[in-house]
């Protein structure tokens, strides 16, 4: 059984960062694509960030790029979520979500197979 486990939400202020992390298992971890998703109120889940599962290259929405950095620990089949500069707007349930096996970093929810419950960040102005 596959499960995704994300931590690390929270109350942050504006111009602040935050650690997200997403604990993996039940799948071969190392051969999956590794993505961050937020949905935010009233809005659909829309990506926020993705790994590929081995080159380890990444992709960020334009919303992101510079602020967010995701990374990735095969040996203990974690992903995270750095956080930086964050702006009310960023205010989200984020999700992490696998997709593969052997997968390119892909945007769409429909590709990703596998996802996490979520974790709320809210960022106060």
């Known amino acids: 059984q596959v499960q995704l486990v994300e931590s690390g939400g929270g109350l942050v202020q504006a111009g602040g960062s935050r650690r997200l992390s997403c604990a993996a298992s039940?799948?071969?971890?190392?051969?999956?694509?590794m993505g961050w998703f937020r949905q935010a109120p009233g809005k659909e889940r829309e990506f926020v960030a993705g790994?590929?599962?081995?080159?380890?290259?990444?992709k960020y929405s334009d919303s992101v790029k510079g602020r967010f950095t995701i990374s990735r620990d095969n040996t203990n089949q974690m992903i995270y979520l750095q956080m930086s500069s964050l702006e009310p707007e960023d205010t989200a349930v984020y999700y992490c979500?696998?997709?593969?096996?052997?997968?390119?970093?892909?945007?769409?929810?429909?590709?990703?197979?596998?996802w996490g419950q979520g974790t709320q960040v809210t960022v106060s102005s």
């Open positions: 979500a696998a997709a593969g096996p052997f997968k390119p970093v892909v945007v769409s929810t429909s590709e990703y197979d596998y």
């Open positions: 039940g799948l071969t971890f190392k051969t999956y694509t």
């Open positions: 790994m590929r599962w081995n080159t380890g290259s990444t």
